[in-house]
């Protein structure tokens, strides 16, 4: 039985391009046999040992497509349907954050740039937790965002392969970790900024 709370996967300005362009039948076959509501093998895998992933969310006019990085198991899978992440140190803006607060719908798109590994996209519900016990989970995090997801793998036709001959990747200097304190970026030392930041900022002149 369908879940009422889920809205379809196509709306109607997908069925029309689908039928205008006599993709109905591949699109239905797709839904059917690839979209689903608990994570695969792969997708854990792939979740699981991601650096990055990309995200984006929307509020009425307000769309926004973002990044979010961090050592391997930075996202946690915590339930059948359910993944992390920890939203570390920022520029301030909470673009991200903000849409969320509004508007939980989500779209996460995680992929390996070796030319070869499938895409994990999903489709989800996004909630924002500052809870002591989500943030001890993520060493670092300033909040926790969790998600509800629908899960859709992508082929990787198109994906090109930029790991070359080596996957060897250096750690990231500025992804928190225990007993070790990041180094401010860049921007955070302009003239227009540096006596502006945030009263919690880690790199707030004179508390670092």
């Given at each position: 039985m369908e879940d009422p709370i889920r809205a379809p996967f196509y709306h109607d300005g997908m069925r029309e391009l689908q039928?205008?362009?006599?993709?109905?039948?591949?699109?239905?076959?797709?839904?059917?046999?690839?979209?689903?509501?608990?994570?695969?093998?792969?997708?854990?895998?792939l979740i699981?040992?991601?650096?990055?992933?990309?995200?984006?969310?929307?509020y009425q006019d307000n769309v926004d497509c973002s990044m979010r990085s961090g050592d391997p198991?930075?996202?946690?899978?915590?339930g059948p349907d359910t993944l992390e992440y920890p939203?570390?140190?920022?520029?301030?803006?909470?673009?991200?954050?903000g849409?969320?607060?509004?508007?939980?719908?989500?779209?996460?798109?995680?992929?390996?740039?070796?030319?070869?590994?499938?895409r994990t996209r999903i489709r989800g519900k996004a909630t924002i937790d500052d809870s002591a016990d989500a943030l001890a989970r993520h060493h670092g995090?300033?909040?926790?965002?969790?998600?509800?997801?629908?899960?859709?793998?992508?082929?990787?036709r198109y994906i090109p392969d930029l790991m070359g001959a080596s996957a060897d990747v250096p750690a990231n200097p500025f992804v928190p970790r225990p007993g070790y304190e990041p180094?401010?970026?860049e921007w955070k030392s302009r003239d227009y900024?540096?006596?502006?930041?945030?009263?919690?900022?880690?790199h707030r002149k004179g508390e670092a």
């Open positions: 039928d205008r362009l006599d993709g109905r039948r591949v699109a239905d076959g797709l839904e059917k046999h690839r979209l689903h509501f608990e994570f695969w093998e792969q997708d854990r895998k699981e040992e991601t650096r990055f992933f990309f995200i984006a969310t929307s198991g930075f996202v946690r899978i915590t939203e570390y140190d920022g520029n301030n803006m909470y673009r991200t954050l849409n969320i607060h509004r508007n939980p719908n989500v779209g996460l798109l995680f992929v390996r740039l070796d030319g070869k590994t499938f995090a300033k909040v926790v965002v969790r998600v509800k997801c629908e899960i859709f793998p992508n082929c990787p180094p401010a970026p900024l540096k006596d502006v930041l945030s009263k919690y900022d880690p």
